[in-house]
């Protein structure tokens, strides 16, 4: 219920703002509006008012303001003089290009209001774990290594790193320059562009780094699980298994998936006092395996946290100008993700759709007002920049051909307009279609 909500919040807010745009600039241009629809298809709700339709319709992927334009049917000629398409190509291009700009608008306000109101927590660029079999082991990452630049360009912080080896993984070799716990200076190359791990890695997000470290103490146990009726609790350090002593978090997560259904003798300390007690982890098929699972998670180890995490209140002049570079940067890196994707130097898997959208809407909303803020920032910048692209039917496309239209002093022909609308419409499909069939493999795969 809750990755509902969060889902249609965010439509509503982001689509609304964004044709709201169109029709404040296209009544400002002296245009006539006839309907605002949020959503495609046969409107379920309709209200009149100040001479405008508004609507809700069912199909949750975006809306459109509807004006008088000649091109698509008879015009009243009292309404001629407001016809979208008898208005000045300037005009044309300012109405257009409202939409686009006011998500990046929004963007910058939304990521003010975060950052002015519930501070800034950035995490360094430093590596807690990495978890074993994994792209990033098999590169020679270390845990504590601390990365400062990805194929030559300096991190600023975890999410930067994360971004720029992500964003390369498909473009070749990707050279991470890491400083060692010993304070020695090291690169870690990963090279698996065109392969099933880049693939993997493009769906997943995750190619085995965590910022975070855990210790042996237990930090959540699940109601009725395994662990629960075995006695096992919060604060619990665990200490071996059937005799053997458990060192770190991965080799005690790795025994418990190795022994699916088969008895084991637990050894924890609590309240400083040596304990007993066993278990038979329940057997769960997953990717194909059985696997054990007992229903436990780790503690964090809180000391490397206070390292790692950074947190601090700007004023609100600081806020303004950190969330105008915060957008700047995710226009920056949306433009060059297009741009890989256009030339193949990146998968078509980073593509994501309303699925994979509405289930992060949920997840950001269950962590707080903050993280679910700086969401909708991020979207509303990713439809922003895409709008803006010059694809014939997104606003970039009319853009564009509005200014060969102001610099021929005439339009293009229809023909032609048309056969891109067709190209354009093509291309759209297909984007779904991809962007569809990933958020199914990423959620349900």
């Known amino acids: 219920m809750l990755t509902i909500i969060a889902f249609i919040v965010a439509i509503l807010l982001l689509v609304s703002l964004h044709e709201l745009g169109h029709l404040i600039v296209a009544r400002l241009c002296g245009v ?51 016809a979208f398409d008898r208005q000045h190509p300037l005009k044309r291009i300012a109405i257009v290009v409202a939409g686009p700009l006011t998500n990046l608008i929004l963007a910058a306000i939304l990521y003010t209001a ?119 609790q919060v604060g619990d350090t665990l200490l071996s298994i059937n005799g053997v002593k458990v060192t770190s978090w991965q080799q005690w997560v790795e025994i418990i998936r190795a022994n699916a259904g088969a008895k084991l003798d637990i050894s924890f300390a609590r309240n400083n006092q040596i304990q007993t007690t066993s278990l038979r982890p329940d057997s769960v098929q ?48 949306t433009l060059s993700l297009f741009g890989k994707l256009l030339t193949g130097q990146a998968s078509l898997h980073y593509l994501s759709g309303p699925l994979t959208i509405a289930d992060v809407a949920g997840k950001t909303a269950a962590l707080g007002w903050q993280s679910y803020t700086e969401f909708l920032a991020l979207v509303s910048i990713s439809l922003g920049v895409l709008n803006l692209l010059p694809i014939p039917m997104l606003d970039g496309g009319h853009f564009m051909y509005y200014a060969v239209e102001w610099i021929r002093g005439k339009p293009l022909s229809l023909r032609v307009q048309e056969i891109g609308l067709r190209i354009g419409m093509g291309a759209m499909l297909m984007l779904m279609l991809v962007a569809f069939f990933n958020d199914i493999t990423r959620l349900f795969g």
């Open 32 to 82: 006539k509006v006839l309907r605002f629809s949020i959503g495609f298809g046969k409107p379920f709700f309709r209200y009149q008012r100040a001479g405008i339709e508004w609507c809700l319709a069912p199909i949750p992927l975006g809306g459109y303001v509807k004006m008088v334009d000649t091109r698509e049917g008879d015009v009243n000629p009292d309404d001629l003089p407001y």
């Open 114 to 232: 975060s950052f002015g109101i519930g501070g800034v927590t950035q995490l360094k660029p430093w590596i807690g774990m990495v978890e074993q079999g994994s792209v990033a082991e098999r590169a020679g990452f270390k845990p504590e290594d601390r990365i400062t630049s990805v194929n030559g360009e300096t991190v600023t912080d975890w999410a930067d790193a994360q971004t720029k080896i992500m964003l390369n993984l498909d473009s070749g070799t990707v050279q991470v320059a890491v400083t060692t716990p010993t304070g020695q200076q090291a690169i870690r190359s990963l090279n698996i562009a065109g392969t099933t791990a880049a693939k993997e890695a493009a769906q997943s997000g995750y190619i085995g780094l965590v910022p975070s470290k855990v210790t042996n103490r237990i930090g959540a146990v699940l109601p009725d699980s395994v662990a629960a009726k075995a006695g096992l």
């Open 286 to 333: 997953q990717n194909g395996e059985i696997i054990g699972q007992i229903g436990i998670g780790a503690m964090r180890d809180e000391v490397w946290e206070k390292q790692i995490r950074q947190h601090y209140q700007p004023n609100l002049t600081q806020a303004i100008r950190l969330a105008f570079q915060r957008t700047w940067d995710y226009i920056s890196m």
